[in-house]
């Protein structure tokens, strides 16, 4: 690290960083409240969405307990053929959004399969939609995660370390040139008293 320098032009270079630094922390603070306030609706929403999951299990479970003979073949009823992702940029951080989801549903013959499984069709494609809807709010709540973790990071970094520092060495040169001024002060005096008394 750098030896500090006591002298006048210190005491302005280190005036000047703690007035940028002190401009900058607000900013920062508001940033860091924002992107918690955005994790906190993350949050909010997959909690939504698991609730939502968990309900059409219990429906599934409720309306379809037909579901356990496996002799019904149930397989291939959906599948995703396509899912559009576009990014958002929140505060400088890129969010996953989910545009699109485009489930197609199988046509199969309506005498091999029971009326039921139009039922359980309908319900997979709902659940397809879900949990694709939950890994991208996932990946938004963790990109999110990071986000204020690392704005904290630089928040606590000016709070904490940089201008308290800024001030010590403010302090610590202000201190320096005030006895330098003094002793020139008090040399000063000496030498007069002496050339008075020759």
């Given at each position: 690290m ?50 939502r999951?968990?309900e ?41 959004v ?8 199988r ?17 997979l ?58 002793a ?15």
């Open positions: 750098a030896r500090l320098s006591l002298s006048k032009s210190a005491l302005h270079k280190e005036g000047r960083q703690l007035k940028t630094y002190q401009r900058f922390l607000p900013s920062l603070d508001l940033k860091r409240k924002q992107l918690i306030a955005e994790r906190a609706k993350a949050q909010q929403a997959l909690r939504d969405t698991d609730a999951l968990a059409l299990h219990r429906t599934v479970a409720a309306e379809v307990p037909m579901l356990a003979d496996h002799e019904v073949g149930l397989e291939d009823l959906v599948h995703i053929e396509g899912i559009e992702l576009a990014e958002e940029n929140l505060l400088g951080t890129r969010l996953p989910l545009q699109k989801v485009q489930v197609v549903r046509a199969y013959s309506l005498l091999a399969r029971p009326h039921w499984v139009d039922r359980v069709q309908a319900l494609t709902e659940a397809v939609e879900l949990r694709l809807q939950l890994q991208v709010q996932q990946q938004r709540l963790q990109r999110l995660e990071k986000a204020v973790q690392k704005i904290t990071q630089r928040v606590n970094l000016f709070d904490k370390v940089l201008i308290p520092k800024t001030r010590e060495n403010i302090r610590k040169i202000g201190i320096f040139l005030a006895d330098g001024e003094r020139a002060v008090v040399r000063a005096k000496i030498a007069k008293s002496r050339r008075l008394a020759q």
